[in-house]
């Protein structure tokens, strides 16, 4: 039924991200994450991932497919682009209530988990533009809720799936998408309670169940291009763990203590609830294996993310994810809330306000792209940019994405919009719209007529 508590919190969830997503931007690796999402619908090829004219092989494609799909539905804006992130929202949100409920039985625990997680600053700012944490983390925690089952019914059943699930993380980032085999690896010398043989059999059967799901996808690609080797693995992941340096050496480097430092400003509201549900947990007489396997992968999972050179603060992200039940947890028998009797109302309440709202308008941002597209149709009017002059390769994703085709030359006796660097501008013509580098000019020669 809709009004079970499960249910709610996932609403408010998706009306959290979901009430405003049009309002938002699209910047830096979000709006070249949109280009390519759309050059799938527009490009001769699905299976290769291009970005302003260019071979893309930092990333598999499974992100940009999901992404691809939306934007077909929704059209090329804010929301298309974004409206994949919501629905893997609902989804983490479902998992972290049905994981949690599994192993601590208790409502208010529940309802607090994807709280905790999704309130944590580096979550919500992350979720917020369009990156990959938010697919990726639900396969990840999809896959370990099946793993959690599988030790507890021993069923090869959740190991199937766990295997697929984790087939599919991998098809998002790459090899990150493999950490549940690593907890699990390490996770036999700390279960009491299990057939380590068999467990260990199990584990390399997830391990080979997820290999189809991607691997297809990789033969094909270097098939294609025999440098996708060494850029994708070489250059784009090794040079990660600083065991190549090449042209990715714009990665900042950062030290080793850079994650507690990210931690005690960012995470103060989650870190002391995390840390305290754990040393309770820890304490207790009883510590079912299934807590222990999570204690085993909020651990494993943190020393992982060490060997990291750039210690980007959304590697946390995943950690946040992991790490959200036991700060549940603490922050439930701590203050000792009726946290699931609130979820309804405050769900109400967040509607009401998104809906009362009045929209925002956005011409100072990317999406004013969108609003010239709509003019020039309005119009009949083509569209002109010339790519020599834009140099920034945001704003050539940008055009990509909300304008999509354009000319790149000047229409002779006939009035055109065209956008170009600000700084350039076009003497005599009207100014429609100014945004980050570019502007939208509206130029009608002498003797045309709009």
């Not at 036999?188 to 068999?198: E, H, M, Y």
């Not at 990291?308 to 959304?314: G, L």
Request: hydrophobic letters at 50%.
């Amino acid at each position: 039924m809709f009004n079970s508590v499960r249910n709610w919190t996932v609403f408010f969830f998706v009306v959290l991200f979901a009430g405003r997503i049009g309002d938002g931007d699209l910047r830096g690796d979000s709006i070249n994450y949109a280009a390519i999402s759309r050059n799938v619908l527009t490009g001769d090829n699905p299976l290769i991932l291009t970005l302003n004219g260019e071979l893309y092989m930092n990333k598999p494609p499974l992100f940009f497919w999901l992404n691809a799909l939306c934007i077909k539905i929704f059209g090329a804006t804010v929301f298309g682009a974004k409206i994949a992130v919501v629905a893997a929202v609902a989804g983490i949100a479902w998992v972290l209530y049905n994981l949690s409920k599994k192993l601590f039985d208790d409502e208010d625990i529940a309802v607090a988990t994807p709280m905790m997680f999704f309130f944590s600053y580096i979550v919500y700012k992350n979720t917020q533009m369009l990156k990959m944490e938010a697919l990726l983390s639900f396969f990840l925690i999809a896959c370990t809720y099946f793993l959690v089952l599988y030790i507890q019914n021993q069923s090869r059943v959740y190991i199937f799936m766990a295997g697929i699930l984790m087939g599919l993380a991998v098809f998002t980032k790459g090899p990150v998408g493999y950490s549940p085999f690593i907890t699990s690896f390490f996770f036999v010398f700390f279960g009491r309670g299990i057939d380590k043989r068999k467990y260990i059999a199990d584990m390399f059967l997830m391990l080979f169940i997820s290999i189809p799901v991607y691997a297809w996808w990789y033969a094909y690609v270097l098939m294609k291009n025999p440098y996708f080797f060494d850029h994708y693995v070489i250059k784009q992941n090794l040079a990660r763990f600083g065991t190549e340096e090449s042209e990715t050496a714009y990665y900042a480097v950062r030290p080793m203590w850079q994650y507690l430092k990210y931690l005690f400003l960012h995470g103060i509201y989650f870190t002391p609830f995390a840390i305290y549900g754990m040393v309770k947990l820890l304490r207790s007489r009883y510590t079912s294996e299934t807590i222990k396997f999570m204690l085993v992968t909020v651990g494993v999972y943190f020393v992982v993310i060490h060997f990291v050179k750039t210690k980007e603060h959304r590697y946390l992200y995943e950690l946040y994810l992991f790490a959200s039940v036991f700060a549940a947890y603490g922050f439930v028998r701590l203050l000792k809330r009726n946290v699931s009797g609130y979820v309804r109302p405050a769900a109400i309440v967040l509607l009401s306000m998104f809906a009362f709202m009045p929209p925002v308008t956005k011409p100072t941002t990317y999406d004013a792209l969108h609003f010239a597209k709509q003019t020039a149709e309005v119009r009949n009017l083509p569209i002109v940019a010339a790519k020599s002059e834009i140099t920034n390769p945001h704003d050539i994703a940008a055009m990509d994405y909300f304008v999509g085709k354009y000319l790149v030359e000047r229409p002779k006796g006939t009035a055109y919009i065209e956008i170009v660097n600000k700084k350039t501008g076009i003497f005599g013509a009207e100014r429609l719209y100014e945004f980050r580098d570019l502007a939208v000019y509206l130029v009608t020669p002498k003797g045309s007529a709009l």
